[in-house]
């Protein structure tokens, strides 16, 4: 009996310091995915509220939530910090919004492409939130919070655009002094076109565009994000 126990102990004790507790202690919200050194910030919109990172929850040792789950086997490494992913499964619904299919495959492939390489993490606590940083083998990124962003910290309030629907040019009025990078992405997810303007008001010439629906992405300093649905006539 007393070698029971002492063997359960030892197990007990494995699992707990096999690895940061905090891992475990917290569901992680994403905050932002790295990708070749770009910041791409996690989707807020209708459909998004929230990207989830949890480990494990059973049944599962890796849960990743967006529009679909993403799922995974789990082994640390604590002498280097790292872990490694197999068994990797992924749902397949499909994303009411053309916005979140794109950021979706970019945020899962992150790890499904590394399933034979070990990523990454490190977490890092200020006095009421603390941060996950899971780096890949290539250095591409996911960064996560242990607190729910709000939404409107990120939002470009004082963006203006108009007219929707356009014909020819958008008009982009832009009060938070900073440079703009628009990307423009089909009802297909495609990008199709790209370009910066200054923070002054600006036009960008649509006539090239078919008629049809087009998510329009700004993108600003300090992690301020705002996507436009505007229809093309």
Same mark, same amino acid.
């Given at each position: 009996m007393k070698r029971i126990i002492l063997l359960v102990f030892v197990f007990l004790?494995?699992?707990?310091?096999?690895? +940061?507790?905090?891992?475990?202690?917290?569901?992680?919200?994403?905050?932002?995915?790295?990708?070749?050194?770009?910041? $791409?910030? !996690?989707?807020? +919109?209708?459909?998004?509220?929230?990207?989830?990172?949890?480990?494990?929850? !059973?049944?599962?040792?890796? $849960?990743?939530? @967006?529009?679909?789950?993403?799922? !995974?086997?789990?082994?640390?490494?604590?002498?280097?910090?790292?872990? @490694?992913?197999s068994n990797i499964f992924q749902t397949f619904a499909t994303c009411g919004l053309a916005e979140n299919s794109i950021y979706e495959q970019m945020y899962f492939n992150l790890y499904s492409s590394n399933q034979a390489n070990p990523l990454t993490y490190n977490i890092s606590t200020n006095s009421d939130s603390s941060t996950l940083v899971v780096t890949a083998s290539n250095g591409d990124q996911a960064i996560y919070g242990s607190a729910r962003l709000h939404a409107k910290e990120f939002r470009m309030a004082d963006l203006k655009t108009y007219p929707n629907p356009i014909i020819d040019e958008l008009f982009i009025e832009n009060q938070n002094n900073d440079n703009l990078n628009i990307s423009?992405?089909?009802?297909?997810?495609?990008?199709? $076109?790209?370009?910066?303007?200054? $923070?002054?008001?600006?036009?960008? +010439?649509?006539s090239e565009l078919k008629s049809g629906i087009y998510f329009f992405v700004f993108e600003g300093g300090n992690f301020k994000k705002e996507i436009r649905k505007i229809i093309k006539q």
């Open positions: 004790s494995f699992y707990s310091f096999s690895q +940061n507790p905090e891992l475990d202690d917290n569901t992680w919200y994403l905050q932002n995915v790295v990708i070749d050194c770009d910041d $791409h910030l !996690a989707p807020v +919109n209708e459909e998004i509220s929230e990207v989830t990172l949890d480990f494990f929850i !059973a049944p599962f040792d890796f $849960h990743s939530n @967006m529009c679909n789950s993403l799922t !995974a086997d789990i082994e640390f490494n604590d002498a280097n910090s790292t872990f @490694m992913l423009v992405y089909n009802i297909n997810g495609q990008l199709i $076109h790209s370009e910066s303007v200054s $923070h002054e008001q600006s036009v960008i +010439n649509v």
